[in-house]
């Protein structure tokens, strides 16, 4: 239930800023407005983002109010954002957490994306070439003026069926844009939750009416995706197909139109009553889909219909409820732009220090640990705050939930020790494991203190930095995956075994 409500005010937040309204008002085209910002190829900028979480009434515990503390500390400031072209962004600005300010630099190209964060000793850098990330992504990529026109294609056509929500205005105003003041026209959107049935319900009568508007959206998909998935399967056997012809296409895009459209018209007789019944359902949507829940925005527009200012403040409302000690969510960012496309120069990072290179998903606790200035508040942050060397794994010696018994994931009992797989532990607390098939020789490096272990197959002897230490069992092979005795390895990987032998159950964890 917990995970239910935080993912619904999650996509809750998402539709109120999509059904954002469409038409015209004051003589100003809204939706042009809207899709003039996919129109910046260059431009500076600068942004705030704060986060607040109201305690629900009550007595909370002390873990709560901690985690509560601590997510209401946050905030992001952007001092300085450059978006030289699509492909050439960089930020300038901080992280606020428990009164700490954390500096950081990101730049981006179509090569790399680099992050400097006080208290790193050296700066990240991740590739983002795809075939370097994954070889799969060897194909034809979308280039940026075919996803800017997608984009447009798709929030051009939910505008246009997005019907306008009961307060929406529009006002001449003089306001600052980077100390610079400048003639406005300051539209000001407000949708209560309690508005969002009726605004889902006007959107989908008006796409209902509009199937050629829908053939042409989906032709537009299909020409933008269609080249890229028949690249990515050709040579995959049993995936080959011949390309379609123009009648094909256009008989499949109008089937999957009238498929959609059709599904629209059996939704729309009953809607009221479906809605209805989603409320009596499940009561906590008549908190969360109520008065209370706003979404406030103001665009400061210049005569371009260019985006110069906004301000946003989302309010979700939550049901008491024991699990989520919070009764509101409230999100505030304010930002501004200036030099719209015109030539500006992105910040690269300052890499006189070197790049740690890493790839998507790699770079362990100790690892990430060892770039930090151990004196450092990013330090503290990450490993007291974050906990990022916390973890914590349970294995199963019979019915175990996972589906995971299988030979190299289970322990099992030896002359009343118990002994795990090597390799699986070692995995799972991020140490580096070397096998010498000839000495049957294997050795392991601790993540977080570079300890070496050296054990050996069949052996009872092993090391620990050189130091010798005489293991309960010798290491064992069961089913082609080397064991050995649990307490030994767990203290040498710095973390603790606790075994439920009720339950058949071992939880190692690690501080």
């Not at 800017?148 to 306008?164: A, E, R, S, V, W």
């Not at 199963?396 to 090597?422: F, K, R, S």
């Not at 005489?470 to 080397?482: I, K, R, T, W």
Request: glycine content about 6%; aromatic content about 6%; proline content about 5%.
């Amino acid at each position: 239930m917990k995970r239910f409500k935080w993912g619904l005010a999650a996509a809750l937040s998402l539709l109120l800023v999509v059904l954002a309204g469409c038409q015209a008002v004051g003589g100003v085209d809204v939706s042009k407005a809207a899709l003039s910002t996919l129109d910046v190829k260059s431009a500076m900028s600068k942004q705030t983002l704060s986060l607040q979480l109201v305690p629900a009434d009550g007595k909370l515990s002390e873990e709560d109010k901690k985690a509560i503390d601590l997510l209401n500390s946050l905030s992001v400031t952007i001092d300085q954002a450059i978006m030289q072209d699509m492909n050439h962004v960089s930020m300038e600005g901080a992280v606020q957490l428990q009164g700490k300010k954390l500096p950081f630099h990101l730049a981006i190209d179509d090569k790399k994306m680099d992050l400097s964060v006080e208290g790193m000793t050296q700066p990240i850098s991740v590739s983002l070439v795809p075939e370097e990330l994954d070889p799969s992504f060897a194909v034809p990529q979308m280039n940026n003026e075919s996803v800017i026109q997608m984009y447009k294609d798709m929030l051009g056509f939910l505008l246009k069926h997005t019907p306008n929500p009961s307060s929406i205005s529009i006002a001449p105003v003089t306001d600052k844009v980077n100390g610079e003041s400048l003639s406005l026209q300051k539209l000001h959107i407000e949708i209560r939750g309690d508005e969002l049935a009726g605004l889902a319900k006007g959107f989908l009568t008006s796409l209902s009416q509009d199937k050629d508007g829908l053939k042409q959206l989906i032709t537009r998909l299909y020409d933008t995706y269609y080249p890229i998935i028949a690249a990515y399967y050709a040579g995959v056997p049993g995936m080959e197909t011949a390309a379609p012809t123009s009648a094909e296409k256009e008989k499949e895009i109008a089937a999957v139109a009238d498929e959609l459209i059709g599904a629209v018209n059996k939704l729309l007789p009953d809607f009221d009553k479906n809605v209805k019944a989603l409320f009596e359902g499940t009561p906590e949507l008549r908190t969360i889909l109520g008065k209370d829940t706003v979404l406030s925005l103001d665009y400061l527009l210049d005569s371009k219909l260019n985006i110069r200012k906004q301000n946003m403040d989302l309010t979700v409302q939550l049901p008491a409820n024991d699990d989520v000690p919070i009764k509101q969510v409230k999100v505030h960012s304010e930002a501004e732009t200036w030099k719209i496309n015109e030539p500006v120069t992105i910040h690269e990072v300052d890499g006189s220090k070197g790049f740690w290179n890493v790839a998507p998903g790699e770079g362990t606790p100790g690892e990430m640990l060892r770039h930090l200035d151990s004196k450092s508040d990013l330090y503290r942050f990450m490993k007291d705050d974050m906990k990022i060397t916390h973890k914590s794994f349970d294995m199963y010696a019979e019915d175990d939930p996972t589906t995971m018994l299988v030979p190299g994931y289970e322990p099992v009992i030896v002359n009343n020790t118990l002994m795990v797989p090597v390799k699986h532990v070692a995995n799972q607390l991020d140490a580096k494991l070397s096998w010498d098939k000839a000495t049957k020789q294997i050795t392991l490096t601790e993540d977080l203190t570079g300890a070496k272990i050296v054990l050996k197959v069949g052996s009872k002897q092993a090391s620990i930095n050189g130091t010798a230490e005489v293991l309960a069992q010798p290491v064992q092979n069961f089913d082609g995956s080397n064991y050995v005795p649990m307490r030994f390895i767990t203290k040498a990987l710095g973390a603790q075994g606790h075994w439920d032998a009720k339950g058949k159950v071992l939880t190692i964890e690690r501080d």
